[in-house]
């Protein structure tokens, strides 16, 4: 764990007192139990640790600076990690997947949705293939018929692009993962892993969010001799911040509020700003709202992922 706090001068009349100056967009102060702790957050371990940790920290150093509150950013092991911790109260806003933000605001009642990435409204997965398995692109949903008998994985059992739009995906083409592989079908763990377990041959296919696609052959870290791009899935909306229920109680009155605004004015408007976006492959962060994942849900459900 990592702990963020912006310095700041205080006069000897107010050492001691904590204060959280809620400055974007509150309208105004909120007042901070003495000794009610830092602002704890999280995102769900969907990427290289290294990756996940330094995009996190940077984001932890902005709301520290924006919001003048310490800010500590607390990795989690999995995807189920982080919705527990964030039910049982030890974790504040958690960068979440689709599915994860829904089953962590099924879990927590009062969690709000404050915002999301301008790419995560109309995401995307993608279908990747290692090329000795014989499996050329593909057209339409109805063409992932072409994936049975091979051996394939998917991501993380949570994971909203790397398992349930996959899934659900591949059930419109009447593929049923559990009947019609080669074999069970596998968890990577993260986009990561998938890409290079396919890239390995430990299996023949595999689905990813088209983010993490994108930015690992643009980096060049792919071999795209050895492995391809099959098919670029419908769009979905997908990543957001969750909020805890309970945060005006204890870092003051309207602070859920300032918290959501500071996610907004995250916009790109000096380099350090820019450079933290690129860090979420975003260009801006948008308004989101429950709603956005209705579809999302009942998917889990059909999927019997939700219960």
Same mark, same amino acid.
Request: proline share 4%; aromatic share 8%; with cysteine.
């Given at each position: ?6 310095? %700041? ?63 500590? *950013? ?9 919705? =527990? ?28 949705? /404050?915002?999301?990435?301008? $790419?995560?409204? %109309? ?32 991501? =993380?059992?949570? =994971?909203?692009?790397? %398992? ?30 998938? $890409?290079?377990?396919?890239? =390995?041959?430990? *299996? ?55 918290? %959501? ?10 380099? @350090? ?23 999302? @849900?009942?998917?889990?459900?059909? /999927?019997?992922?939700?219960?």
């Amino acid at each position: 764990m990592s702990m963020v706090r912006r310095s %700041r001068s205080l006069s000897a009349a107010v050492i001691g007192v904590a204060v959280a100056l809620v400055t974007a967009g509150c309208g105004g102060s909120a007042d901070v139990e003495e000794g009610s702790g830092p602002l704890r957050i999280s995102a769900i371990p969907d990427v290289d640790p290294s990756d996940l940790a330094e995009r996190e920290e940077a984001m932890a150093a902005y709301l520290a600076d924006e919001l003048d509150v310490e800010v500590e *950013y607390v990795p989690v092991s999995d995807y189920a990690a982080s919705v =527990s911790l964030f039910g049982t109260g030890d974790l504040d806003l958690v960068f979440y997947g689709g599915l994860t933000g829904v089953q962590a605001r099924l879990r927590t009642e009062g969690a709000r949705v /404050l915002a999301q990435r301008d $790419i995560d409204e %109309r995401f995307r997965s993608v279908f990747i293939a290692h090329r000795d398995a014989g499996l050329d692109p593909i057209d339409d949903v109805a063409g992932l018929s072409v994936l049975e008998d091979s051996r394939f994985t998917f991501g =993380s059992e949570s =994971s909203t692009s790397g %398992r349930l739009m996959p899934a659900y995906f591949l059930d419109q083409a009447r593929i049923d993962p559990e009947a019609d592989f080669a074999g069970a079908p596998g968890f990577s763990g993260s986009h990561d892993l998938t $890409i290079d377990l396919v890239e =390995s041959g430990s *299996y023949e296919a595999g689905a990813l969010n088209q983010q993490v696609w994108q930015a690992r052959t643009e980096a060049g870290t792919v071999d795209t001799d050895t492995v391809q791009k099959i098919f670029t899935t419908p769009e979905y909306a997908d990543y957001h911040w969750v909020g805890a229920p309970g945060l005006d109680e204890r870092l003051g009155a309207g602070f859920t509020d300032g918290l %959501r605004q500071a996610l907004l004015d995250l916009d790109g408007s000096d380099a @350090e700003e820019t450079e933290l976006l690129e860090k979420y492959g975003a260009e801006a962060i948008i308004p989101a709202a429950p709603a956005d994942y209705d579809r999302i @849900e009942e998917i889990a459900r059909a /999927l019997d992922l939700i219960r």
